[in-house]
């Protein structure tokens, strides 16, 4: 096995095959030891930043797409923000979403608390141009950016941590927009292993299988407020190193775009 094989955050649309080789992967995964093994974990740094609660609510998402021409279909995750002027934006990846085709555009995007069919936010129209996939050296370039199309509950939404990122050894959690298997939230753990202006990179405490995961929101323990949002991942032996485009990056080009096109009338 490709001792450097990457595995993209999220799975798109997978044909059935593909989902079932998918889980036989996450269990042999489970089973033998793959990728090189992770770097020395940080110690855990001064955070002068007050502290916070975490999140009371399911505040990861499930994104569900709609083409024109189809129905909803589940394509990953997401979640709400909070800016300073107190619009509430939608969040989500950029490799989520196809935009290349203009038979097919996106019209729709819903985010839902998993186990429900009711839509807690639904979007037709983008907040600024969106993002493209990621590469390796840079995780800020995959984004998306959502207008929201009426009232939110505040319960679903998170408030940027206003250091724009978490600070390395410090403790995360992911709030996984799949839920867990009953519909109720699923809170994963992990630690920051090293933070720049391209990308912050997390090892996490527990190996999973992250299909469908990106776009989730990684939110500090120690502020309770959301620190980035998870686009790509990686295997560290029996470990899972992830991937966040920090939030100050989020909020940057959340603040700064002057342009709100329909999903529908969007062309790259």
Not at 216 to 231: D, E, I, K
Request: glycine share 12%; with cysteine.
């Amino acid at each position: 096995m490709n001792t450097k094989f990457v595995i993209r955050g999220v799975l798109l649309a997978l044909p059935t095959v593909v989902i079932t080789a998918v889980v036989v992967l996450a269990l042999m995964i489970s089973r033998m030891p793959i990728g090189r093994p992770p770097g020395p974990t940080p110690l855990p740094s001064t955070i002068i930043a007050p502290r916070g609660e975490l999140p009371a609510g399911p505040v990861g998402l499930q994104e569900w797409v709609q083409y024109r021409g189809g129905s909803y279909g589940l394509a990953g995750s997401g979640f709400l923000l909070l800016l300073s002027d107190g619009e509430i934006v939608g969040v989500t990846t950029a490799h989520s979403v196809s935009f290349g085709d203009p038979d097919r555009p996106p019209e729709r995007i819903a985010l839902r608390v998993a186990g429900r069919t009711d839509c807690v936010a639904e979007f037709d129209t983008l907040w600024g141009r969106p993002g493209r996939p990621l590469t390796p050296e840079d995780l800020t370039i995959d984004y998306v950016l959502l207008q929201a199309t009426r009232s939110i509950e505040p319960c679903f939404v998170l408030a940027p941590d206003l250091r724009g990122a978490p600070q390395p050894g410090e403790r995360v959690a992911l709030f996984s927009g799949l839920g867990d298997p009953h519909g109720g939230r699923r809170v994963l753990e992990g630690t920051v292993q090293s933070v720049g202006d391209t990308g912050v990179w997390v090892l996490m405490d527990e190996l999973f299988n992250p299909s469908l995961m990106s776009g989730s929101p990684f939110v500090s323990l120690h502020t309770g407020r959301v620190v980035g949002m998870v686009v790509a991942v990686t295997p560290r032996r029996n470990r899972l190193l992830m991937g966040m485009h920090p939030i100050g990056s989020i909020v940057g080009l959340a603040e700064s775009a002057d342009e709100f096109p329909k999903m529908s009338e969007y062309r790259p």
